[in-house]
Each structure stands twice: as C-alpha cells, then as structure tokens.
C-alpha cells in the first residue's frame, strides 16, 4: 500500500520541483493565482479528480501558504461591483429593466425575502436562524443554477454581500462544517448556503484577477459560484487549513478553466462571412441539381474569382458550429459533453512528468558523451535544449551551421555523423530505446 501511495504521489514531483524554482527567495511561497499561472505558462491542467490531491501536496511541500492569497478577503464595497457591472454595458436598457423586473417577482418568490438585521445569521445554532436564512431551502441543483444566470448573479450579490459580508473565523467555519456534516438535511443545507454567503467577497476579488481575458466579468462570477459550490461539498475540516484558503482553490480552478476554454473558442473573421453564404448557397443549389453532394473542385469552379479546392476546404473547417462543452448528455442529463472529450492542448501531470523525464536523459546523455562543441552542433542541428540565455534552440540547416563555424557544409555533415556514431554507442541510451518502446 506505502508503494501504490509513493507511486501517486511521484506523478507531480516535476511539477512540484518545477514550482519549487519559481518560489522567489525572499518570499519563501508562491500565491495560489502564481502557482495557476506557472501551470497555464506549461499548458499543465489539474482535473477535478486531481485538485484535491494536487492541493493537499501545495500545502505539505509549503509551496502556497494556508491562507487566502492577498486581496482576496478585502470587502466588496457596493459602488465598486456596480462600476464593474456598468462597464460591461452587454444589454441594451430595454432588455436590463425587463430581465431585472422578471428575476425580481423569481427572486422573491423563490427566497421569500423578508426585513432582517444585519446580524441575523451571526448565530451558529441553526434551529435560530433567522426567518430569511430558513426560507433559503433550495434543493444543490437549483442553488446552483440560480448562481450561474446573469441578470440574477448581479440581483443575488447585491442583496447578500452587504447583508451577510462579515467573514468567518476558522472556529466558526468549522462549527458549520460540523454541521454540513452531522445535522439533518435541512439543517445541513442551511449551514451550506451560510458558508456560501459569507465567502462570497472570494468569488468577486478573484474575479477581478482575470478581467480581459475573453470572458465578461458576470461570467467570470458565475464560474467563482460554481468553483465555490464545489468547494463547499469537498472541504474536510479536519486537515486543519482555511476554508478561504480552500475555496480560493477551487474557485481560480474553475475560472482559470473557464477563460482557456474561451481562448480556444472558433472566430470566424467578419470578411469571410459573405463568402461563406455564398458558398453554402452554391452546394444547395448544386445538390438539389445534381442528385449528389458535389465535390470541393466543382464547387471551386462554381465559385470562380480563381477559387481553390483547398480554400473550399478551409471554409468548411470555420463554418463549422460551435458544440456547447456544457450539453448535457443522456436521459437523466448528469453528464456532459465535455466529460467525453480530451483536451489535446493540455498536458496531464503525468505526461509532464514523462517529458521531462525524457529531456533530462537527453541532456545527461549529451554532457557525458560530447565535447562542449560536439553538444552544441547537434542541439542545434535538431532543435534540441536551450542556450546559455535560456532560448530554445530553433533547429538549423546545415548550410546556418556551416557559415556559423566558417566551414563547408559538407564538413558539417560530417561532424554530425561523427556525434550520432558516438551517442548510438553511447551509456544511457538503453534508457531512451525503453522511453521509445513503452511510449
């Protein structure tokens, strides 16, 4: 079992290493928003399934501190929520009175609001909460589909941030993680929705952190709510960090996912949209004629103004329609379309660990075997490593070599089959044809 558990835990000693050097000395620790951006600058992403187990270690290795990062407990001071709402200026006056009178007569009827101090929720003994907190009996479901809709996430914080923004001390958190836990369902679910209230300010100063990315900053909100909902059904008292520290988290998780999705969504540029009708009007029309779908080189032809196949080819690939990764899938709708899709852009941690593995063979292999001459010819010749300044080495021809070293381009050549006859009889090469056979 000690084995299985050491294996586990090896699968991010690179990453773990890789975030160790980028600690900056005087610091001594990385803010949780460093570690998310050193792991995006790698095209490294933490699954789900992983963030527990991948925080959990952050925290053992004192890589990130048990602390929310900087700024991220600050109030969230009316004027300013509403200065981010009004910049984003996304619906036209009509259509913000009509949504906020709909949500109002939604809002109320569905939370049953009521006059309330603000201390009303400061009790812990949840049989005396106040009327306002016992009407908040919405099943996880719907608790979460009403954070993640525009016009209500705006109507939700403005109501609940300035009622119930006082923070929690680590006692309180877990007195009501306590009774998450070990109280009825009813009670349960009130002690949830009071976690969730009192750490909102989390969702709104991260945030922030990521305006301008592609995403609008009520989206970027609603994937916080969404991150923080998660946090609360997976935070564990009993390791005995902050449950800001662990709702930061989750939340940057999901938000840090959110906006490398939007990065990747398809555009298709403005002055290819005429054409592109035009040719969808040309196949219709050819294939009622035809009988058939006709080929990209009829349509081409079609098409004139020197029109290619190749070009037909292109349009079809950017006029394809975008798949929402959010689609739910099957009768009972509990899984989604992106469950069922690999993501080719990222990296798992093992698959990192793997290559780095592999270039830190190549560069031994290379420094035991070589001259300093010898290594870098060849590290140039294919691209391989990086120079003293830390730059990849982008892959020369002979003839850049050979102008470089003021020699012919034959005499190159054979340098380099002098240096690849020595790493063939090289040590350590054993190690690489295993790395090529598992692989």
Not at 63 to 84: Q, R, S, T, Y
Not at 358 to 383: F, V
Not at 394 to 413: F, M, P, W
Request: charged share 40%.
């Amino acid at each position: 079992m000690s084995r299985t558990k050491k294996k586990n835990n090896n699968k991010y000693d690179v990453i773990i290493e890789f975030l160790k050097k980028k600690i900056n000395k005087r610091k001594k620790f990385l803010t949780q928003e460093e570690v998310f951006k050193h792991l995006n600058s790698k095209k490294i992403d933490i699954d789900e399934m992983a963030a527990d187990e991948f925080f959990s270690i952050l925290l053992k290795e004192n890589i990130i501190k048990p602390e929310a990062d900087e700024g991220d407990l600050d109030d969230v001071k009316e004027e300013e929520f509403l200065k981010e709402l009004k910049s984003e200026k996304k619906k036209t006056k009509k259509n913000s009175k009509k949504n906020d009178d709909d949500f109002d007569d939604d809002f109320d009827e569905t939370f049953e609001l009521k006059d309330y101090g603000l201390d009303d929720d400061l009790s812990l003994n949840l049989e005396g909460f106040a009327s306002d907190e016992n009407s908040l009996n919405l099943h996880d479901n719907n608790l979460r589909n009403k954070l993640t809709e525009t016009d209500d996430i705006i109507k939700w914080y403005m109501r609940w941030i300035g009622k119930y923004g006082k923070l929690l001390s680590h006692e309180e958190e877990i007195e009501i993680a306590k009774k998450i836990h070990n109280s009825s369902a009813r009670n349960a679910r009130k002690a949830r929705h009071l976690l969730v209230k009192r750490n909102l300010r989390l969702v709104v100063n991260n945030a922030k952190k990521y305006k301008n990315k592609g995403l609008s900053f009520i989206d970027l909100i609603s994937e916080g709510n969404g991150g923080i909902l998660k946090a609360v059904d997976k935070f564990e008292y009993e390791k005995g960090f902050k449950f800001s520290t662990y709702a930061t988290w989750w939340i940057r998780q999901a938000i840090t996912r959110a906006v490398a999705d939007q990065a990747r969504i398809i555009r298709v540029p403005v002055h290819m949209v005429e054409t592109i009708n035009k040719l969808t009007k040309i196949e219709r029309e050819l294939q009622q004629e035809l009988g058939y779908t006709p080929s990209d080189e009829v349509l081409a032809e079609k098409m004139g103004d020197d029109f290619t196949p190749q070009k037909v080819q292109y349009i079809r690939k950017i006029n394809i329609d975008p798949i929402s990764l959010d689609k739910s899938i099957g009768k009972e709708d509990d899984s989604y379309f992106s469950d069922f899709i690999k993501d080719e852009n990222v990296i798992s941690p093992v698959d990192y660990a793997a290559k780095e593995q592999l270039s830190s063979w190549i560069k031994t292999i290379l420094n035991t075997n070589l001259t300093p001459s010898e290594k870098e010819i060849i590290m140039k010749r294919y691209g391989i490593g990086e120079d003293e300044n830390g730059q990849k080495y982008k892959v020369h021809s002979l003839d850049e070599l050979a102008a470089e070293r003021q020699v012919t381009k034959e005499r190159i050549r054979q340098i380099e089959s002098k240096i690849l006859k020595k790493l063939k009889h090289s040590q350590g090469k054993q190690k690489l044809k295993d790395y090529v056979k598992n692989d």
